[in-house]
């Protein structure tokens, strides 16, 4: 692989891992409830039906099926992975 292809397999990467991190951070119950009320913590309303977080498939977590998958939860190894260096 050219220098110039891994550069781009990189940027593509850090693309889907920002993706990916997005679709993480609307799991949470205050973000953006109106538009997406589907979070982890609390069950949910939508079309008079209650969905359960537990039953729910999260379709944007398919992210981690790309490319950037890989690289977003290797980035997430090396953050714990250093914090616990750093915190001994």
């Known amino acids: 692989m050219t220098e110039a292809e891994r550069r781009r397999a990189f940027a593509v990467a850090f693309i889907d891992a920002r993706a990916i991190a997005r679709e993480i951070e609307?799991?949470?119950p205050a973000v953006?409830?109106?538009n997406a009320p589907e979070n982890a913590e609390?069950?949910?309303?939508?079309a008079g039906q209650i969905t359960a977080p537990c039953?729910?498939?999260y379709p944007g977590l398919d992210l981690l099926r790309l490319p950037g998958g890989r690289a977003?939860?290797?980035?997430?190894?090396?953050?714990?992975?250093d914090f616990e260096v750093a915190h001994r």
Do not use: G
């Open 55 to 57: 039953k729910y498939t």
């Open 42 to 46: 609390y069950p949910w309303e939508q």
């Open 32 to 34: 953006d409830r109106t």
């Open 72 to 81: 977003f939860l290797k980035l997430v190894k090396k953050a714990l992975d």
């Open 26 to 28: 609307k799991m949470a």
